[in-house]
């Protein structure tokens, strides 16, 4: 069975909910003055286009927060990587059954060695937490900066997220080629109304607003994810100018000029046909959150509605920008 058809529902909707964070739950421990002496930190080893689903399944499983282990964005990314994962503490019989799970779900690496677990004694994680979110470019308009390094350009508009339990800083390729698709509609034509379909932190709701873009809807199955996308709008100045909540597709009735939905492969499908509803004619839908070999798939399902305009793939992620 291939591995997309052997993820769990549960491991795709946690996807889109958590951020690739080295230590994220142990800084917030830490910045609440209820830091801990020791962890424990044990690696896997996983195909590259699946950890951040593998990183989902731990953290479902007890994991604290997960890291990838080397550098994804060389010129030839590997097709394996480690990832960490950080527990209060751990057995090795609770190491054998997550490998087991990983393993069931075709996540874990042929020949992948046997973990084993360190000891970590690290009182300063969020030091270390904060030095991997750096100002980061993208496209050629957007400068994506935590709140604690506001560094601005005059060419860039920039976008301050605060990493939180919302998927989207940017650093995923799924965010950082929709966001650039963004750019790219929003040059072409003035857009009226434009949505947010599993908006996560915000941040592309708050792409589209400062791309000058009217009516801007930000949307979420998750509480928290809407109540961090609301503090990001407010860091960037934008405080009641994005309007974000739990509704459904069902609630809306006006058309939108833009769609844009980074979620997974099978909330997509079932997406599809509100989406034909909502978009309106000669509007833009970026759909993103898909591995290179469901692009297909999804293309099928979808051939009826939508004419495919461009699609990328970035370290096996796609995006893709249909037009209605």
Avoid at 256 to 272: G, P, R, T, V
Wanted: glycine share 8%.
């Amino acid at each position: 069975m291939r591995h997309a058809e052997k993820r769990t529902r549960a491991a795709a909707s946690l996807q889109r909910t958590i951020v690739s964070r080295a230590v994220f739950a142990l800084t917030r421990r830490e910045r609440q003055g209820q830091a801990r002496k020791a962890y424990a930190r044990a690696e896997f080893q996983v195909h590259a286009d699946l950890a951040d689903d593998a990183a989902a399944v731990l953290v479902q499983r007890g994991a604290l927060g997960c890291a990838v282990k080397g550098n994804l964005f060389r010129r030839r990314p590997p097709t394996v990587v480690v990832v960490q994962a950080f527990f209060d503490r751990l057995s090795k019989r609770e190491l054998a059954r997550l490998e087991r799970a990983l393993k069931s779900l075709g996540m874990l690496a042929p020949l992948a060695r046997v973990g084993r677990i360190q000891t970590l004694v690290a009182p300063g994680w969020s030091t270390s937490w904060q030095n991997r979110f750096k100002p980061l470019r993208i496209g050629r308009r957007f400068l994506i900066v935590p709140p604690w390094r506001l560094k601005a350009e005059p060419a860039r508009l920039r976008i301050v997220i605060e990493p939180g339990q919302a998927f989207g800083t940017g650093h995923h390729p799924t965010t950082s080629s929709v966001l650039r698709a963004i750019e790219l509609e929003c040059s072409r034509r003035p857009i009226g109304r434009a949505l947010d379909f599993g908006t996560g932190s915000g941040v592309l709701a708050i792409a589209m607003k400062l791309l000058g873009v009217s009516k801007v809807i930000g949307v979420d199955v998750a509480p928290e994810a809407v109540t961090q996308a609301r503090r990001n709008a407010e860091l960037n100045g934008l405080a009641g100018a994005i309007q974000f909540s739990q509704a459904r597709l069902t609630a809306f009735k006006k058309p939108f000029d833009l769609i844009a939905a980074n979620i997974s492969f099978n909330e997509l499908s079932a997406a599809l046909p509100a989406f034909k509803r909502l978009l309106a004619a000669g509007g833009s839908l970026i759909l993103s959150g898909i591995l290179k070999r469901e692009v297909e798939p999804l293309l099928e399902r979808s051939r009826t509605s939508f004419r495919c305009l461009r699609q990328t793939v970035v370290r096996g992620w796609a995006t893709l920008v249909l037009e209605a």
